[in-house]
């Protein structure tokens, strides 16, 4: 697969990514949506890797001729994991993977993102735990979480997984907002607990604290532990 590709921490090494400052801004891919999609992953084949955007900057990982941008924690498809660590904060921080997903725990070690103080972050698919453990945390007044649009092929709506085959949690408190909209997409939703050995929590606490899905009515602790 061909992808403008940022690595932090891999194989059994120790890394940071510190992007941080109003008039900062990031981008990987191509802004005309024929080249190469941005794509960062953080801790592979057993490094210790963290992510850190903060104080009004921003990173657009830009979708490519065949995939969206994207972001993974601890791990690929195709290779394990290590420790990874996601803090998005400030106001006017904000995270895009343009048209594509974030995985937090992708595959073997352990993983953390956590969102505060006004952050946002922005995707079509959002993961926490898939094969790796994983706590997602959006915490505070004005941060908020945008799953929009449609996959597709096969077309399917923005979409929000809570351990799929692994542990995980979810946790929106002290006023923090999450929104889901189809677009047009079949099956807009989230879902907690897939497939054997999928263990997971969402928990939404604290006054103003919001989860809302516009396009369907696709809610589903299944499949798995809740």
Same mark, same amino acid.
């Given at each position: 697969?061909?992808?403008?590709?940022?690595? %932090?921490?891999?194989?059994?090494?120790?890394?940071?990514?510190?992007?941080?400052?109003?008039?900062?801004?990031?981008?990987?891919?191509?802004?005309?949506?024929?080249?190469? &999609?941005?794509?960062?992953?953080?801790?592979?084949?057993?490094?210790?890797?963290?992510?850190?955007?903060?104080?009004?900057?921003?990173?657009?990982?830009?979708?490519?001729?065949?995939?969206?941008?994207?972001?993974?924690?601890?791990? !690929?498809?195709?290779?394990?994991?290590?420790?990874?660590?996601?803090?998005?904060?400030?106001? !006017?921080?904000?995270?895009?993977?343009?048209?594509?997903?974030?995985?937090?725990?992708? &595959?073997?070690?352990?993983?953390?993102?956590?969102?505060?103080?006004?952050?946002?972050?922005?995707?079509?698919?959002?993961?926490?735990?898939?094969?790796?453990?994983?706590?997602?945390?959006?915490?505070?007044?004005?941060?908020?979480?945008?799953?929009?649009?449609?996959? %597709?092929?096969?077309?399917?709506?923005?979409?929000?997984?809570?351990?799929?085959?692994?542990?995980?949690?979810?946790?929106?408190?002290?006023?923090?907002?999450?929104?889901?909209?189809?677009?047009?997409?079949?099956?807009?939703?989230?879902? %907690?607990?897939? &497939?054997?050995?999928?263990? !997971?929590?969402?928990?939404?606490?604290?006054?103003?604290?919001?989860?809302?899905?516009? !396009?369907?009515?696709?809610?589903?602790? &299944?499949?798995?532990?809740?």
């Amino acid at each position: 697969t061909a992808e403008v590709l940022l690595e %932090v921490g891999d194989a059994t090494a120790d890394g940071a990514l510190i992007v941080e400052g109003q008039d900062t801004m990031v981008t990987l891919g191509s802004d005309t949506g024929t080249g190469d &999609n941005g794509f960062v992953r953080v801790a592979e084949e057993g490094g210790i890797g963290s992510f850190v955007l903060r104080d009004g900057a921003q990173m657009h990982l830009l979708a490519g001729e065949e995939f969206g941008g994207g972001m993974q924690l601890s791990g !690929g498809s195709d290779r394990d994991g290590g420790m990874a660590s996601a803090d998005i904060t400030g106001d !006017g921080t904000l995270l895009v993977a343009d048209a594509g997903s974030i995985t937090v725990g992708r &595959n073997v070690g352990s993983s953390t993102f956590t969102v505060s103080d006004g952050a946002d972050v922005e995707a079509l698919f959002f993961t926490s735990g898939r094969d790796g453990t994983a706590a997602t945390i959006f915490e505070g007044e004005g941060t908020t979480l945008t799953l929009a649009g449609a996959q %597709v092929t096969p077309e399917f709506g923005a979409f929000l997984t809570v351990a799929r085959n692994s542990e995980g949690s979810f946790l929106v408190s002290d006023g923090a907002d999450v929104t889901i909209t189809g677009d047009g997409g079949d099956f807009p939703g989230f879902q %907690v607990g897939r &497939n054997d050995g999928g263990v !997971g929590t969402l928990t939404v606490t604290g006054a103003g604290s919001t989860i809302t899905i516009d !396009g369907a009515d696709n809610v589903d602790v &299944n499949g798995g532990e809740t």
